[in-house]
Structures are given as C-alpha cells and as structure tokens.
C-alpha cells in the first residue's frame, strides 16, 4: 500500500481528505459494474483492515463496484465522510446502522444472535446525514459500559495479563466506540503465545484466529465474560425502528442462515417485523452457501428471498468485512447466487435512491409523499430502481428533482 493510500485509514480526518482527494484527482478506475457491497463495517465501529468510509469508497471505485455501503455498529460516525467520498469518486453509496434489539414477540426463541432468544441483530439503511438523537446517545453508553464490564470479568481470568479499557482499548477506534473485537486486539497483543496456551488450550499462529479464539473462550456464550442479554440490554425492535424512521431512513430486518428456531417459521418471522414497521431486509450470502453445495443454508436463502419479494422487501447484501477472511465483495458469478443477483441488485438501487431522494428532497422510500404517490410497493419499488439506475453520484437537488419528474410521466404515459 502507497504513503497516501494509507493516509486513508488516519484518524485525523483532515489527513484522509487529503489523501481522498489526491487519490481521486490523479488515479484512474475502471467503469462501474453492478457489482455491489452494502454492507462494509468501517474502522467507526470495526473493520478486520483497518479501513475508514473513505478507505472502503477508494477501494470500491477502483475495483469496479457500481454501489458500496457503510455500516457501523451503534454509531453514524462515518455517514457524511462516505457520503461525500462517493461524490468525490463517483460512485453510488449508501450508510447504514446496526445493532441488536429485543423482540419480545420472539423472547423465547433464538432468532438470528447464536444463544440469545429475543435478541435480533437488526438495521436501518439510507442515512444522509449524521444526527444526535436520545437513542444512539444511550446505545452507545450502554456498548461502552458492556464492554467496560466484560472487560472486567476476563481480566480476572486472564491476570496477570490484564487490560485498561482505556489506555488499551480506545485508542483503538478513532471515536471511542470500541468494540468486542477492539477486546480481543488489544488481549492479543499482550500475551505471549505459552500465556495463551495455558489460558486457552491453543494458540493459532495467525493472529486473526487468535483473536477469534480468546473471544470464543473468554466473550461469548459460557466464557467468563459473557452475560446472557435481556429484555433491558438493547433497544425493542419498534424503538429503533421509530429512530430509523424519524431520521429518514428504512427499518431493515437481518437474516443469518434460517436453521435457528426464529427464522424457520419465515411467515412469522416478516410478520413480527413488518408489526414493528420494518421495510427492508438484510443478507449476507457468505453465511448461507457453499459453492457446488445444494443444502438446507442455500434452500433457506432461496426461501427468504422468496418472502422478501412477496412483501416487496428490497434486499441489500454484503460481506461485513469484520473479520479477517471476509470477502471485499460477493461473488455474484458462482451458480448459488447468480440467480439472485437481479433481486439483490434492484435492492440496491432502490436504497440508494433512496437516500439521494431523501438527501435532497425529503421523498424517501418510507416518506409522506412515496405513500401517497404509488398504490403497491411494487410499483413503488420498481420506480425507485429505476431512479437509481439512472441518478447519478453527484446529482444536485435540482437533477433530483427533473428524474423524479421524468419518471412520473413516463409512467404516467405507459399506464394511459
């Protein structure tokens, strides 16, 4: 990697802006594809490389990818940066939020957080802007002191390696929201490798999967830290949604691969959530195929699609990119997802969309004016993939607005 490039991940962000723009004024890239990943962790909450929005924009314009997407765990931090790195690129983006909610339909069955029944990962997706709000100032403090009290209970299992939550910790992240992984980090590198064989059994050679070995030890289910989640430790799912809504953006459900007791019944799984005002779902195919394997995960994934368009749900997927390993962006051409690429795709149109509607005009996908403007969501969602298709990265409010006037009456036109 080059000087300036990884000027990119600095945590000053005067230094990544620089080093965005010179990238963007003297790099060439390749015409965009419809190849597409919205779904990228960013070093605001955790991303196995380090990368920041700008980083993840760099990388996705110059590998061809048509559309990218930011999200990060309990924080808009890096909403605006990526926002503005897609204009500076050219290339489509979208922001999002993650984090876990409480289902209280579903408390007794686990849903799509292994060992946690009620406990849901769950998103909002087309955020245009950063904003403060009483729920993100509380979901925050409630991550930092989860993990000042997980903290806590490892140390008394790792002493005398022990760690300062905030000497060893947050200067990990570049805002302060650390995360389990920034944990494991930070354990990792104090140890020595026979410390770690005592405490753990094993010591991978790879760092990565050492990481990953004293966070399933030590953080989730039956290790000394983990502390089973209930009904007060994550918002309700219609408290986030009520967020996500008031700020503009689409309640998106999440799926995990269909074989907990939560998501095999899909009817009741779309029903709770569609209750609670979600619109959208998300997918990581990763989880859910092996290539040249024909099995439960892949029929479950073909399922929930199924369901999804049924309700007119747009589907938005990606890698994460939390983890060493992870891919920088779906194989589409593999014979398990090839079938579903248009479905994926014509999701990620809609969100983007989306959120150039509702950055530049307040008509976004959940708005008054989309409600009273399309009689189905199918019809809805088929103009908001075609104005994705069509607006592009640095479309003013004005260009904004001429598209959606086209599309209206050519719309209009094809139904006289």
């Known amino acids: 990697m080059n000087p300036v490039?990884?000027?990119?991940?600095?945590?000053?962000?005067?230094?990544?802006?620089?080093?965005?723009e010179h990238l963007a004024a003297t790099e060439s890239f390749p015409p965009p594809t419809d190849w597409h990943n919205l779904h990228a962790h960013t070093f605001f909450s955790y991303n196995a490389y380090g990368y920041s929005p700008s980083h993840f924009a760099y990388l996705a314009r110059k590998r061809g990818l048509g559309l990218a997407g930011i999200v990060d765990?309990?924080?808009?931090?890096?909403?605006?940066?990526?926002?503005e790195a897609g204009r500076l690129l050219q290339l489509k983006t979208v922001a999002s939020i993650e984090s876990r909610v409480f289902v209280p339909e579903l408390a007794d069955r686990v849903i799509n957080s292994p060992g946690e029944p009620g406990i849901a990962y769950h998103m909002g997706v087309g955020f245009v802007r950063a904003l403060e709000h009483p729920l993100l100032t509380r979901m925050r403090r409630t991550a930092e002191q989860r993990n000042r009290d997980l903290l806590a209970r490892v140390n008394t299992f790792t002493a005398?390696?022990?760690?300062?939550?905030?000497?060893?910790?947050?200067?990990?992240?570049?805002?302060?929201?650390?995360?389990?992984?920034?944990i494991c980090v930070a354990y990792a590198a104090r140890g020595s490798r026979e410390f770690w064989r005592a405490k753990l059994g094993d010591c991978p050679e790879d760092p990565a999967a050492l990481q990953a070995l004293i966070r399933a030890k030590t953080m989730k289910q039956g290790g000394v830290g983990y502390v089973r989640p209930g009904p007060d430790t994550f918002p309700a799912m219609a408290e986030m949604n009520q967020f996500v809504r008031e700020a503009g953006a689409i309640p998106t459900m999440t799926w995990l691969d269909g074989t907990s007791p939560g998501e095999r019944d899909l009817n009741a799984l779309f029903d709770v959530a569609i209750h609670h005002g979600a619109a959208a779902l998300n997918i990581i195919p990763d989880r859910n195929y092996r290539p040249g394997v024909r099995d439960e995960k892949l029929q479950n994934l073909y399922d929930?699609?199924?369901?999804?368009?049924?309700?007119?749900?747009?589907?938005?997927?990606?890698?994460?990119?939390?983890?060493?390993?992870?891919?920088?962006?779906?194989?589409?051409?593999?014979?398990?997802?090839k079938p579903l690429v248009p479905v994926f795709l014509k999701g990620a149109f809609i969100v983007y969309a989306h959120t150039q509607l509702q950055r530049h005009t307040g008509q976004g996908y959940?708005?008054?004016?989309?409600?009273?403007?399309?009689?189905?969501?199918?019809?809805?969602?088929?103009?908001f993939e075609r104005l994705g298709r069509i607006l592009p990265p640095n479309?003013?409010?004005?260009d904004t607005r001429r598209a959606v006037q086209q599309l209206l009456a050519q719309t209009s036109s094809a139904h006289t």
Do not use: C
Not at 5 to 19: K, T
Not at 73 to 83: K, S
Not at 305 to 323: D, L, R, W, Y
């Open 366 to 383: 959940l708005s008054d004016w989309a409600r009273k403007q399309f009689s189905t969501v199918h019809e809805k969602n088929a103009f």
């Open 160 to 182: 005398p390696v022990t760690l300062d939550y905030d000497r060893d910790v947050l200067p990990l992240t570049p805002r302060g929201n650390a995360t389990e992984r920034h």
């Open 304 to 337: 929930v699609v199924a369901t999804a368009e049924k309700h007119g749900f747009p589907i938005i997927v990606g890698t994460e990119m939390n983890a060493p390993g992870n891919k920088f962006v779906d194989d589409f051409n593999t014979n398990e997802l």
């Open 395 to 398: 479309a003013t409010a004005e």
């Open 73 to 83: 765990f309990d924080v808009l931090d890096g909403v605006e940066e990526f926002h």
């Open 5 to 20: 490039e990884a000027d990119l991940d600095h945590f000053d962000p005067a230094v990544r802006r620089r080093a965005l």
